[in-house]
């Protein structure tokens, strides 16, 4: 059984509300829905932030209540923000007034000279149509930017090129699809990783010009698309290639958006104060090629999540999650794990089966209008029994804790945010990789894998409405294999080969790599979605048994439209 299966038993009750894509999963989306929900002073019932991308139409009702808000105490900043967000998704934003919208909302997306007449009509959209029956928005996506990395002759580039495409039909399902063209040199440290790892971040499949990894070029096609439409009234549905990221963090220990889009079933059924997503997934084993017909084909694997959230007060939301990764399985996705109600852990017992079980908790508290506190745990085959001895191999399981804290010291869009994310060796990996927490080779949750701690920091500041100044700093302890060992730092390895012993494991061990990263960088938006970026990395890896370090200094200075920038903090 294919999952594409999974998808019509979900269309037997096609409902009538209106329904909207999702935002997205960009650095600039994320900072706003944080903030701005810090801002209203409460936590939104009608969607769930730890729970990523969110509703278009959610968010725009959000800027809607907290326009209204005086306590809110926006700055000028934060309306252009609110502005910004409204005109994204402006196709939404009639439906929050119950009197109408004024004339001041209706315009303000506006362009005083549409081209050709039809061509950018609204401020967001390159072309749009829309009425009662069919609404449609297109938008080109480009991106070029030029480097300079010390460590390579080969200086970092990128040239993107595609499309995006939005809409609804009959305002009850909604489509979305993005293609891009692009070719990318990286910085030398991201062309070690593709190296250690063969997999790209946030990338499937790749061409690679050059084997040699000082000279690493890749040319790729990058495609998402999916349908959304809500099959009951409190419950919605998603099926198609995209990405999910779970939690209110830099990183995200549970599922993050760092591996490649992946074809998936989403059912989001949202009650009150509740809401209980479901995740049908189909991944690629890229460890494992098979031949058909003269063919090299890389074989699927699967995961299945569940995430009960429940706004416990106004301020605390707490999450429980659980998850499977498996394959092997001759019908494909095992149709056990359909079962939306039911504990995963059971159904891998009740099979006899030795899927990846993985479970765990989240938080968020919100308070004050200024502070945010939020965490992860993550528990991955944990024994109790042998939680008692020092450094059990299997004692694995990873967590988070993090701070943000915006308009800090009274600076008005000033926003800090510290965290911290440690795993121990092992997490993440199986005896099959079929059933590692991975994705076309990257990892499904933290870049670092496992066996590792890690200090991130994060600053910042919008002096001015179209330009943001960010400065994101990392210090981390990382694990390394060497001699051919399994430290349990990479977890595309089986666990039981090369393990060199049972107890008195500790995070760092192997060969111990200290990462210093400091970024620096600046974007200034010249119109809607169209922004000019600078930006300076410093990063030194140390390795203090051998005395070894290695320095990069890194230049960038580029444009995009319609495309958010890529994080490489790692």
Known sequence: MRLSFIFFLGVISFGSSAQSTFTPLNNNYLHFIERYEIKSGKLSNKFFSNIKPISRNDLVGMTVDLEKDSSAKLSRVDRFNISYLQNDSWEWLAGHYADGLDEHKAIQNNTRRPFLKHLFEKKSDFYYFNNEDFDIHINPILQFGIGHDNLTSNQPFINTRGIEIRGNLNKKLGF?????????????????YVMLYKGFPYEGFTKVNNSDSTKLVTDFFSARGYITFKALKNLTLQFGHD???IGSGIRSMILSDFAAPYLHLKAITQVGRFQYINIFAQTINKQVAVAADGTEQLPPKYFTFHHLSANISKNLNIGLFESIAFGQRKIGFDINYLNPVIFYRYVEGHLGSVDNSIIGADFKFNFLRHFSLYGQLVLDEFNLKHFKRKGWWATKYAAQLGLRYIDA??????????????????????????????????????PLGANFHEFLFVARYQPLKRLTITYNGMLAQKGEDYNF?????????????????????VIGQGSEANIQHNEISASYMLGHNFFIDAGFQNRKVTYPVSSESTTSNIFSLGVRWNIGKRQLLF
Do not use: C
């Open 176 to 192: 979305y699809t993005m293609l891009t063209e692009n070719q990318i040199a990286y910085p030398q440290y991201v062309r070690d």
């Open 243 to 245: 990405k999910n990221f």
């Open 409 to 446: 010291l009274g600076i008005k869009n000033l926003d800090l945010q510290t965290e911290y994310n440690m795993a121990r060796p092992y997490t993440y990996s199986h005896n099959s990789s079929f059933s590692n927490y991975a994705h076309y080779n990257m990892p499904l949750a933290h």
């Open 485 to 505: 060992i399994n430290w349990g730092g990479n977890i595309l390895r089986n666990y039981n080969l090369l393990r060199p012993y049972d107890y008195n494991n």
